[in-house]
């Protein structure tokens, strides 16, 4: 037999682009602005200024399909309008070109084992067009809107990863001090999954995410295929979610005072839009057929949590779940977590379906949903069934993976948030067991090991945990009892052991979906629990203990609320 050829790379570039009405631009994926006029004076007069949502009919816009980018072509797209009657926004945004770019960016498709190359080229102004808050650790260039890149969900080298510290301006005019170069190399060679890159520049995520640096990424593979389920441009679809708010202008708008100004002028623990924005416009409509189709929905808000059901109780089949598909009439979703699921529309006894949120803001004790938060887009039902059989199918059994077996542990943690507030109960920080991000690393699991996590939530909301270079699996949720005991000891102490949390991780427990018991890389930590996580520090599939580069290069991330300061590096050893 001749010698086996390696698989192909692909190369691509993005840009992030500043739009005004126009796109912004990225190299294969950078960042572009697009003008329109955005003013944030933070006086109480602005809210006057507001664009009353409940003006704006409902569905009018088709849900867009937003490009793919393969590394070989790129589909143009056009200028940024949110909804049909509202004027352009401005944004910043991912794509190839000023005129190319979208909100979100392309859709990034990759194929297992065959890595992807990517030269992320910032094209964003010389200022934000947001307000930010420099009194929070924030990236801090001479000149310029800084960004990085972070796969979310991607193992990737630590060079790669989207530090937050290795930002970088128009030009590389300035440079944070974890960068090397803006050429980004994705080895895509984890299984078949749903993922999406976003801007991770230090202290500036969150406005520039809400700017717009977002967009999906998916890596496919044949093992995928041979399933069946459905498949191809119209039946296989990315619906990417977020809230917003907008200026009579069409703006977008960010209060620009914070909750305790004294301390930070502009900060807010979290933001929270009446729009529902879904693949870039408010409440659009998508045409489908009497058959199935497979939706990946994205969570991309700052702070929003969906609970998602359809109005005519049409069940959702979750394919991403523990080797078994799983059905559910509704299920949850935080910020920055992706549902894989399949809805078979020939059921439908309705023409229209609507696709509706009940979360509570901020989630799980805020207020609940109106007639604008509630609803997210509708499905248009063709009324002709289908003449020809739905080639596609549910199998009884999916993609198999390791079991997440507790033996493999090497040792336990605690990892514990907190949320610190000012004499008059407003908050002004948040911490991973009690330190900042630049504080020194405290831990060191060993690459190609497993260790147990009992993450501890002693804030008031629900805090969606991601964690960089590894994947986890959900053990247990349990609930706390003398819940404001335990967190008096903790606040001095900081020491779970030393507070007893075993006598207080006694209460309810709380079963883990079933549709959420596989292996994950976000899982939303109840406030007032402890859930345990066994957190592997290895590929998943194949024989490999060690990731195939050199994942202790540099720190890995444990982050929530990340911009004030929910997150702490950990450190990779050999």
Not at 121 to 132: A, D, V
Not at 292 to 311: D, E, G, K
Not at 442 to 450: L, M
Request: aromatic letters at 10%; glycine letters at 8%.
């Amino acid at each position: 037999m001749g010698e086996k050829k390696p698989l192909p790379s692909s190369h691509v570039s993005l840009i992030p682009i500043h739009l005004a009405a126009v796109v912004a631009v990225l190299v294969i994926i950078v960042t572009i602005i697009v003008e329109g006029v955005v003013v944030c004076e933070g006086t109480s007069e602005e809210k006057n200024g507001l664009y009353r949502l409940s003006k704006l009919e409902m569905f009018v816009d088709e849900l867009p399909d937003m490009p793919k980018l393969q590394g070989f072509r790129f589909d143009a797209a056009g200028a940024p309008k949110f909804h049909r009657d509202l004027p352009p926004s401005r944004v910043f945004a991912y794509g190839t070109s000023r005129e190319t770019a979208t909100v979100p960016g392309p859709t990034i498709e990759a194929l297992r084992g065959v890595p992807t190359h990517i030269t992320w080229t910032n094209h964003l102004p010389s200022r934000h067009f947001l307000p930010w808050d420099p009194t929070i650790t924030t990236a801090s260039p001479r000149s310029g809107v800084p960004t990085v890149v972070h796969l979310h969900g991607g193992i990737n080298p630590p060079s790669s990863d989207g530090n937050a510290l290795a930002w970088f301006t128009s030009s590389l005019s300035s440079t944070g001090p974890h960068f090397s170069s803006p050429i980004y190399f994705y080895p895509n060679a984890q299984p078949p999954g749903n993922l999406w890159y976003h801007d991770h520049a230090m202290g500036l995520t969150r406005v520039n995410l809400l700017a717009g640096l977002i967009g999906a990424y998916r890596v496919s593979g044949p093992e995928e295929a041979a399933l069946g389920l459905p498949s191809g441009h119209e039946f296989d679809r990315h619906i990417v979610l977020f809230d917003r708010a907008f200026r009579a202008d069409g703006a977008l708008y960010m209060n620009a005072t914070g909750d305790n100004p004294g301390i930070h002028p502009q900060w807010q623990p979290e933001y929270f839009g009446p729009a529902v924005v879904a693949n870039g416009k408010a409440w659009p409509f998508l045409r489908v057929r009497r058959r199935r189709y497979r939706l990946r929905i994205l969570n991309a808000s700052n702070a929003r949590f969906f609970r998602l059901s359809l109005s005519n109780g049409l069940p959702f089949v979750h394919v991403s779940s523990d080797s078994v598909p799983e059905a559910s009439r509704s299920f949850l979703l935080g910020p920055s977590e992706f549902a894989d699921v399949v809805v078979d529309f020939a059921k439908s006894t309705s023409d229209d379906v609507i696709l509706r949120n009940d979360a509570p803001y901020p989630y799980p004790s805020g207020d609940p949903t109106d007639e604008l938060s509630g609803r997210v887009m509708k499905f248009v039902i063709r009324r002709r069934r289908e003449r020809r059989r739905d080639p596609s199918r549910v199998p009884r059994s999916l993609l198999r993976y390791p079991a997440a077996d507790v033996a493999e542990s090497a040792r336990t943690r605690y990892i514990t948030m907190y949320e610190y507030e000012s004499a008059t109960g407003d908050p002004t920080h948040l911490y991973l067991n009690a330190k900042s991000y630049g504080d020194p690393v405290t831990e060191t699991p060993g690459e190609g090991t497993a260790e147990i996590w009992r993450v501890i939530n002693l804030t008031d909301d629900n805090h969606p945990l991601h964690i960089h270079l590894a994947v986890f699996a959900v053990r247990e949720q349990r609930e706390l009892v003398d819940v404001e005991g335990f967190k008096e000891c903790m606040m001095r102490a900081n020491d779970a052991v030393r507070c007893r949390v075993g006598r207080h991780a006694v209460g309810r427990r709380r079963a883990v979906p079933p549709w959420e018991r596989g292996w994950k890389n976000v899982f939303k930590m109840r406030p007032g629990f402890v859930t345990e996580i066994l957190v592997r520090f290895k590929p998943l599939g194949g024989t490999e203990r060690t990731y195939s580069f050199d994942a202790t290069a540099e720190p890995g991330y444990i982050l929530d609320h990340e911009d004030n300061e929910m997150m702490r590096p950990f450190k990779l050893v050999h």
